[in-house]
């Protein structure tokens, strides 16, 4: 895997700037371009045949991705008659489908003049994997409870907390993105294929899920791992992040 540039300077819009330290949703790590192996592995114990076969893959439009996936506090100021729960301001929101997603990225843009949206399952991996080649986005080959948000060990036995947590709770990748192993699945804007990287000829109803939840098991949060949702479905493990496209 290589990367054109090793910086990975913050970007912020404009609208709900604050100091304080705590990811907010509208705090965007800008990601380097550059190609690396999307997919699993062959010698991945848990990689299934939706995951191959692997293949170089390259992004070459400027983004920056949402250091986290959008939190209530930021959902309820886009659906003004949803009030925040309680510590909702650091929650991810969930039970979230597809098209609320997009349009979401679509309020998003008029209020900043960007054009915000959901990343692609390429750009989604790309961001996960960080310029590293290891089986978790925390660039290692094993996932420990104080990495991610999981409630099964790889033996079925609950082990993890049971809940969401707030964003910032484990730390962030090598690209400075939190929870893309856990917490929550993400929609992208990926139209479910049989492979990873493969262009659908139609977009279906069916759309790639990235990233596992507080409800799974640690081989979900694998980078190459892949599942789908039904666009018009909404799950409580299920919400998104998203891309800010900078050129």
Known sequence: MSVTDSTVPAFRLEIGQTD????????FVELPTGEFLMGGSDEDR????VELPRREMTVSQRIAMGRSPVTQCEWSRFR??????????????????????????????TQTGKRC???TEVEWEYAARAGKDALFPSGRNRLS????????DEMGDPVGRGYKTPIGSYPPNPFGLFDMSGNINEWTSS?????????????????????????????????SARD???????HDNLGFRLVVELD
């Open 145 to 152: 409870l104080n990495e991610a948000n999981y409630l099964y």
């Open 46 to 49: 848990y990689v299934s045949a």
């Open 228 to 234: 789908w949702a039904v666009r018009s479905e909404c």
């Open 20 to 27: 304080d330290p705590t990811p907010d949703p509208f705090s």
């Open 80 to 109: 003004k008659s949803a009030a925040p729960t309680s510590n909702g301001s650091c929650l991810p929101v969930s039970g979230v489908t597809w098209e609320e997603a997009v349009e979401y990225g679509e309020w998003l843009s």
């Open 191 to 223: 139209p479910w294929t049989r492979s990873p990287g493969e262009i659908s000829a139609t977009p279906g109803t069916r759309f790639v899920t990235k990233g596992g939840s507080w409800d799974q098991l640690p081989r979900t949060m694998r980078c």
């Open 117 to 119: 949206r959901l990343p």
